[in-house]
C-alpha cells in the first residue's frame, strides 16, 4: 500500500526555519516525481516544489527561491523541504504528493498519491 507520511510542521516566528519530512512506503521514492504543496485558508493548492525522478533536478514556484529546498534521501525513502527564513503569508498546511503515473510534469492535478499534511504557521 502507497504511503506518504508528512512531519516537521509547526508554529514559527517569522525568519524562522523549519524542515519537513515526507517518508513514504509501499513504494521507492526515487522512481518517481515528489512534489511539496501547500493549501492556505482561503486560497487554492498550490504547487511549492518538485523533484525529478531521473536527475533529481529540482524545482520551485517563485516566491519561495532562494529561501526553501528540496532534496532526497534514497536511503531513508525521505524527502525533504528545508524552509528558511519564513515569512507569514507561507503559512499553510503543507503536503506531499508522488507521481506514479507515467510523465514528469509535477503540478496538483498530475500527482497520484498525498499525505494527509501537516501545518506550518508563521506568526511572532
Known amino acids: 500500500q502507497v504511503q506518504l507520511v508528512e512531519s516537521g510542521g509547526g508554529l514559527v516566528q517569522p525568519g524562522g526555519s523549519l524542515r519537513l519530512s515526507c517518508a513514504a512506503s509501499g513504494f521507492t521514492l526515487d522512481y518517481y516525481v515528489i512534489g511539496w504543496f501547500r493549501h492556505a485558508p482561503g486560497k487554492e493548492r498550490e504547487w511549492v516544489s518538485c523533484?525529478?525522478?531521473?536527475?533529481?533536478?529540482?524545482y520551485y514556484v517563485d516566491s519561495v527561491k532562494g529561501r526553501f529546498t528540496i532534496s532526497r534521501d534514497n536511503a531513508k525513502n525521505t524527502v525533504y523541504l528545508q524552509m528558511n527564513s519564513l515569512k507569514p503569508e507561507d503559512t499553510a498546511v503543507y503536503y506531499c504528493a508522488a507521481r506514479t503515473r507515467y510523465g514528469t510534469s509535477c503540478y496538483v492535478y498530475g500527482m497520484d498519491h498525498w499525505g494527509q499534511g501537516t501545518l506550518v504557521t508563521v506568526s511572532s
Open positions: 523533484i525529478s525522478k531521473s536527475d533529481s533536478s529540482t
